[in-house]
């Protein structure tokens, strides 16, 4: 059910680190170990996505400085931040900042094995959604602004006439400008096109008032 899901351990703890890489390994996880938050800092261009679990105590690079700078790269694995007992303000901070989930050290190996799971789950649907939005702006790219202006008042649910009237065309032209921007969005139908559309953030077109 792991397979495949990368989990990078930030952890300037050997003993934390290679305990913690045991266990997800053993739970079907891959695991890459980074032994400081600079480290991984200098590595994470040229990592693998997946879920981070981040040591907020560490030695030169706090586990919040980490945060801070991957957010400022525009990173947003899911991350679970592990604190000690009585640094609740620290977790909450970093919660704020935008972590998944914070665990108190020592932590239940069960607990961290539910929470990465819920992690990935949520990682992978977002990441999926992502994907979606990101076709769909390339699709809607290859239109003119004619075409795409025509999509706009499709999605507005105007027919060819008003549409022609709105933008000063003939309905021939609208006709003309329709199937073009079909044949570019690769729509076999009219609710490929406005489901593009409505994924790509395209606004329907404004009748004129009066």
Known sequence: MN????????????AVREGAAILLESSGFDVEGHLSGADFLESVANCKPGCIILDMHMPQVTGLEVQAELKARGIDWPIIV???????????????????EF????YQNEMLLATL??????FETLSE???????????????????LEIVRGLLAGLPNKIIAYELDLSVRTVEVYRANAMDK?????????????I??????????KG
């Open 185 to 197: 969005l690769e729509a076999r139908g009219l609710s490929t096109a406005i489901r593009l559309a």
């Open 129 to 147: 959604a992502s994907a979606k939005v990101a076709y769909a702006r390339s699709m809607i790219a290859k239109l003119s602004q004619r075409e």
């Open 117 to 122: 799971t819920d992690a990935f789950d949520k």
């Open 82 to 100: 592990l604190t000690g007992q009585g640094d609740i303000g620290i977790a909450v901070e970093a919660m704020k900042n935008g972590a998944y």
């Open 199 to 208: 994924t790509a953030g395209v606004q329907p077109l404004e009748e004129r």
């Open 3 to 14: 397979e495949g899901r990368l989990v990078h351990i930030v952890d300037d703890d050997d």
């Open 103 to 106: 665990i108190e050290k020592p």
